[in-house]
């Protein structure tokens, strides 16, 4: 099981000085990360997870983001199971971002 966060909630934590900031893994197509992303993500798409496993860090909060939160919250179990013990999905994606934080966001 992976942890879930809304997006109001990632937005206050990458602002809160206090916390340490997660790394935010968007694993959509290289298509839909053009048209939209959150500010400082890193873009590995979903299928190359496996072959870029090492560039993640096991020594901080991962947050992966999707279109609505499917994919990501299957590559958060991926990167549960290969050891990763901080993983959260971002709840609704990027659609739910660009609807409820960042309202300029392209929609698609």
């Not at 990458?14 to 939209?36: F, I, K, N, S």
Request: hydrophobic share 45%; charged share 20%; glycine share 8%.
């Amino acid at each position: 099981m992976v942890r879930e966060i809304a997006a109001p909630d990632l937005a206050a934590w990458l602002v809160d000085g206090q916390q340490e900031p997660p790394l935010l893994l968007d694993v959509r197509e290289d298509w839909e990360y053009q048209l939209a992303h959150i500010k400082g993500s890193l873009h590995i798409p979903m299928n190359l997870i496996p072959l870029r496993l090492s560039e993640l860090p096991d020594d901080r909060p991962i947050v992966t983001i999707c279109h609505h939160g499917v994919r990501s919250y299957q590559v958060g179990l991926y990167l549960a199971n290969a050891g990763f013990d901080d993983v959260i999905s971002l709840r609704g994606g990027v659609e739910e971002w660009a609807s409820v934080v960042d309202t300029g966001m392209a929609h698609y």
